[in-house]
């Protein structure tokens, strides 16, 4: 599904605040593969995604979707196969639009666009019943403008929509950081049932170890740009926090001084 393999991407080439962020990455998913993705602050985690979402474009190494090499391909170009829920939950929706809009949008991703297309009637139904499953009421606010919902009810729809096409690759960028510990878990609850339950390939970046070991059964760690762990599901069987950060310093010869990592 996603092959990565050998990847660089340096920044400020040459200058004196030269900076690489990631050296010689090697990562393999499976189809349907959920798998976490931890580390430090400037380990690599959200350059990684940026690689392959095409944001940015690595030194070296090639990057593959389903067999298509995307190494060099636009951004735009991998958005109808690539999705991305990112911290701020301002940023997957559009706040001038209605809840009913954005679904529309969605739906309608990879399609050619044209100037105007009415929702149907079977489209607002439709809307409704994957709303529904959000239990949060929004099947009643279909015509509601995205501006006045809650941080934790925009991430949830932003979360519907990146679901609503299917996509062949999930990138999650820390989408639960910015919300209180209660929206948090339910938007974890549904990042469950709408990625990992739906068998989505899915790679998902956070600081929080227990969410790390909690979700999919896969987990990986950065380090100063380099892969340095990766526990697959049977090693993950009886893992805990404090048995994580012994395979950390085991690793990388380093005690792990991050405090978002630990406190969590």
Known sequence: MLQIKNLYKVFHIGEINEKV??????????????????GGN???KSTLLNCIAGVHLPEKGTILLD???ITRLPDYQRAGAICRIFQDPMIGTAASLTVEENLALALRRGQ??????????SERELFRQKLSVLELGLEQRLSTPVQLLSGGQRQALALLMATLVRPKLALLDEHTA??????????????RTLFENERITTLMITHNMEQALDLGRRLIMLHEGSLILDVNDLERDGLTVPKLVDLFHAASGEQLHNDRLLLH
């Open 112 to 121: 050619r666009r044209r100037l105007s297309r009415a929702i149907t009637r």
């Open 67 to 69: 067999g298509k090499e």
């Open 178 to 191: 910015s919300l209180d510990p209660k929206t948090a878990l339910r938007v974890l609850h549904l990042t």
């Open 42 to 44: 400037g380990a690599g």
């Open 21 to 38: 962020a990631l050296q010689k990455v090697n990562l393999l998913l499976k189809p349907g593969e959920f798998v976490t993705v931890i």
